[in-house]
């Protein structure tokens, strides 16, 4: 059986990515029915998105490469800096102080075993072939 890669790409979290990565850090290296189990119990709030990247990852896998979702492990887990928003706050005596909205962009690749292919349907064919020979036959008999 062969290895498929699988990856997510999710951009734009509003969230610092070095808020994104500690979650990510706890999750790196396990395999996505355990990550799923310590990301339940996480009390951050980017451990919803980092939890729904890993979905998305997996789902791609099983919908898309057709991978076993019991054999997938979490290859990589990498959280990166996305665009910042440039923002001003209000200040004393009229001035404005500069700030910046930071995102992160989260990118997940699970590796899982391909699942078996099943052999072509050959059988159910010549059963529905004998069939209705069967049924022609005992037609002829009642005619």
Known sequence: MAVKTTRAYIKGVDQAPRKVS???ALVRGRTVADAM?????TPRRSALVVKKAIQSAAAN????????????V???????????LKRFKPHMRGMALPF?????NILI???????????PAKKA???VKTATKKQESTKKETK
């Not at 910046?100 to 992160?104: M, N, R």
């Not at 690749?109 to 052999?119: L, M, S, T």
């Open 22 to 24: 500690i979650v990510a």
């Open 37 to 41: 189990v310590i990301l339940d119990h």
């Open 61 to 72: 896998a099983k919908n898309n490469d057709n991978v076993d979702p019991k054999t997938l």
């Open 74 to 84: 979490l290859k990589t887990v990498s959280v990166t800096a996305g665009t910042r």
């Open 100 to 104: 910046q909205k930071k995102t992160s």
């Open 109 to 119: 690749e699970v590796a899982g075993e391909e699942k078996a292919k099943k052999a």
């Open 125 to 127: 064919e010549t059963k």
